[in-house]
């Protein structure tokens, strides 16, 4: 997920938790607000009617109960310890007309006169039903939160995807590098101090992976033309004392010294190759036909591997491809691929190979499990069963394929290792 949407997803459900919070209070705010105001009406409503009746106590349908919710009562209190009593309820008083309750503010106040008789007075005032305000409050609070959440959530989005273009150019840039090209200049100006320094860095570090790249490509380069000569020549020591006199012990250790020097000579020309190729020096460019490479190493690997017995499938064949290319490197990609296809495969086996406009595909049967996609590629990556391989084929085919910008891709389908490479670019 991106840096925007996280922030975005984060701040809408901090919303979600703020706006019940906020409803809950501002619904308990204006229910103390109505009371209030409520209250102080109930109370004027009271010394009025408590006036009137130590005027003219003898008025009694005057302070009797009406039988609605704005009505008041005043009982005579028998318990002369009761004094200086008030209080506040809300209560549902039951109306005959409508045969319904109705909710009211109700003040319980007591009072004496002048003969020091105690009374208790109950006024009435119809108020707010409080299910109606939760009700007319929810849909409130739900049309503000939608609107709200809206407006924020667009304005924190445009806030943030303009803010956040110099880190977009940025990220970008790191994945249009490729280790062993030319640094593109970064032009992503701005404002922000973070976003300023991670630029400088990105740079810096760029720079820097483009020294040590280059300073490894020269030291394999050098290692291995050094290393080349004198194993030439111990090469060449080995095969003449191997004909001079020695006894049968002597041939065997010089046989096993001659097979290990052949292998470090192999494996260094393999290194000077990919040194060579990440170093551009194969420039020659010319039309490489496809079918002819393929065709060959079909033919040069079916006669080393005949052992097997692999079954052999080209597909696509009847057509010429070709491609502009250099024809060393063009030779060495297919080889090893083939050769890679016909090393790792079983007895009995099968190979598939189809060849079309843009793509070469290698199907092969060899072991029941896929491979590791992000080390397949990988140099000094071979199989246990197989100690004469250097490990580096498939380094060198990846090598190539970046060279030229082509795709090279694996996969395993149906128990058959594939690996598919496209020439456009």
């Given amino acids: 997920m991106k840096l925007i949407w996280r922030i975005i997803t984060r701040v809408a459900v901090l919303m979600l938790i703020v706006f019940p919070l906020w409803g809950f209070f501002f619904y308990k705010m204006m229910i103390n607000e109505v009371n ?35 009505s008041y009562i005043i009982e005579e209190l028998n318990n002369s310890d009761i004094d200086h009593f008030r209080e506040y309820s809300n209560q549902d008083i039951f109306i005959p007309q409508k045969k319904e309750d109705e909710p009211a503010r109700v003040l319980k106040l007591s009072f004496s006169d002048n003969e020091g008789k105690k009374y208790l007075i109950t006024v009435m005032t119809p108020t707010v039903e409080s299910k109606d305000l939760i009700e007319a409050i929810l849909h409130s609070v739900i049309i503000l939160f939608v609107s709200l959440l ?24 790191i994945d249009n590098y490729k280790l062993g090209e030319n640094v593109a200049d970064l032009n992503n100006p701005t404002e922000i101090s973070e976003f300023r320094k991670l630029n400088e860095a990105a740079i810096m570090f760029a720079k820097r992976n483009e020294d040590v790249f280059l300073q490894q490509k020269q030291f394999i380069g050098n290692a291995s033309h050094e290393i080349q000569t004198p194993i030439a020549v111990c090469l060449n020591r080995l095969e003449l004392l191997a004909n001079s006199d020695l006894n049968e012990n002597q041939l065997n250790e010089v046989i096993k010294t001659k097979k290990s020097l052949d292998y470090l000579s192999k494996l260094n020309k393999s290194l000077l190759f990919i040194t060579k190729i990440d170093n551009g020096q194969f420039v020659n460019n010319s039309k490489v036909f496809i079918n002819e490479i393929i065709e060959k190493c079909i033919e040069d690997y079916s006669e080393i591997y005949s052992f097997k017995n692999i079954n052999i499938t080209l597909r696509g064949m009847d057509k010429e491809y070709f491609i502009k290319a250099d024809s060393t490197l063009i030779v060495s990609l297919i080889s090893n691929l083939v050769r890679n296809a016909f090393i790792h495969n079983i007895e009995n086996g099968e190979i598939i190979i189809e060849l079309n406009n843009n793509s070469l595909i290698v199907k092969n049967s060899g072991k029941k499990e896929a491979l590791d996609k992000n080390k397949i590629f990988e140099p000094f990556l071979h199989s246990s069963d197989n100690k004469n391989s250097t490990g580096l084929g498939l380094a060198i085919v990846k090598s190539i394929c970046r060279y030229y910008k082509y795709d090279i891709e694996y996969s395993f389908v149906e128990e058959k290792h594939i690996f598919s490479l496209n020439f456009s670019h």
């Fill in 36 to 70: 209030d105001e409520t209250d102080d009406n109930l109370d004027l409503f009271a010394e009025e009617i408590i006036k009137n009746f130590l005027v003219d106590k003898n008025n009694t349908k005057e302070f009797s109960w009406n039988g609605t919710n704005n």
């Fill in 150 to 173: 809206s407006v924020i959530l667009i304005i924190v989005g445009l806030v943030l995807f303009r803010n956040m273009r110099p880190l977009d150019k940025l990220i970008h840039w």
